[in-house]
């Protein structure tokens, strides 16, 4: 099993940023590919980046040029940098973890969930 606790959403400005970070605990880490998603009300979850266990990095097309994966395996900590953050990025933001070591970009390819984070993004 593995637990994943998100941190780091709030509420920011147009054009501002903000760092999310998920921290996992329960079973080895650093083999598990993870990914973040994130879900506005009334909308199906989207893809937003993944990062296999070496660092192979996939992000979707809505945030790409702005916002960065990475991953500290040591810390078992995944984080998510979003810059030039718009009012379309306002949303709930989601950890989620694989057991296998590749990402994915569908959200039934993920067996580990985090509660989620809420961004708002005010214009």
């Known amino acids: 099993q593995v637990q994943l606790v998100e941190s780091g959403g709030g509420l920011v400005q147009a054009g501002g940023s903000l760092r999310l970070s998920c921290e996992a605990s329960?079973?080895?880490?650093?083999?598990?590919?993870m990914g973040w998603f994130r879900q506005a009300p009334g909308t199906e979850r989207e893809f937003v980046a993944g990062?296999?266990?070496?660092?192979?990095?996939k992000y979707g097309d809505s945030v790409k040029g702005r916002f960065t994966i990475s991953r500290d395996n040591v810390k078992n900590t995944a984080f998510l940098q979003m810059n030039s953050l718009k009012s379309e990025d306002t949303a709930v933001y989601y950890c989620?973890?694989?057991?296998?070591?590749?990402?994915?970009?569908?959200?039934?390819?993920?067996?580990?969930w985090g509660q989620g984070t809420e961004v708002t993004v005010s214009s």
């Open positions: 989620a973890a694989r057991s296998v070591t590749y990402s994915a970009v569908v959200p039934t390819e993920y067996a580990y």
């Open positions: 329960g079973r080895t880490f650093s083999r598990n590919a």
């Open positions: 990062i296999t266990w070496i660092g192979g990095i």
